[in-house]
């Protein structure tokens, strides 16, 4: 059978329902082949405050708007933003609004798309 080869979520948002009033949920749905998924739930006004990994990694805001720092620069995103990270690059997130993010960490960097 070949739906032991792949995983399909229908809906990475349902992955967690609701949001917690002050708080950020994660939820880890996928580890293999060198890839973490990771589904963040933010309350408005919640922060994951400024820190590194070791590890590449590309974010998605799958629902609502952000202020994401990277390195010096700050832009405010919203539902659709697609930003790809380095290892160690020094990056922050604030929930401007309730906010649902996708998190995929690389064991390689070669695993991510180039910078263009």
Known sequence: MTKDIYTII??????????QTDS????SFYKGDGINAILFAFDAGQE???HTSSKAAIL???NGDATIT???????????AWIQMPPHL?????????LKMLL?????????????
């Open 104 to 116: 995929l960490m690389f064991d390689s960097e070669k695993a991510i798309p180039e910078s263009k």
């Open 70 to 80: 990277l390195g010096n620069d700050t832009h405010k995103v919203s539902t659709g």
């Open 90 to 98: 020094k990056h922050s997130v604030y929930a401007d609004t309730s």
């Open 48 to 50: 994951l405050s400024e």
């Open 60 to 62: 998605q805001i799958v």
């Open 24 to 27: 950020i949920t994660s939820r």
């Open 10 to 19: 229908p809906n990475v948002q349902n992955l967690v329902e609701e949001i």
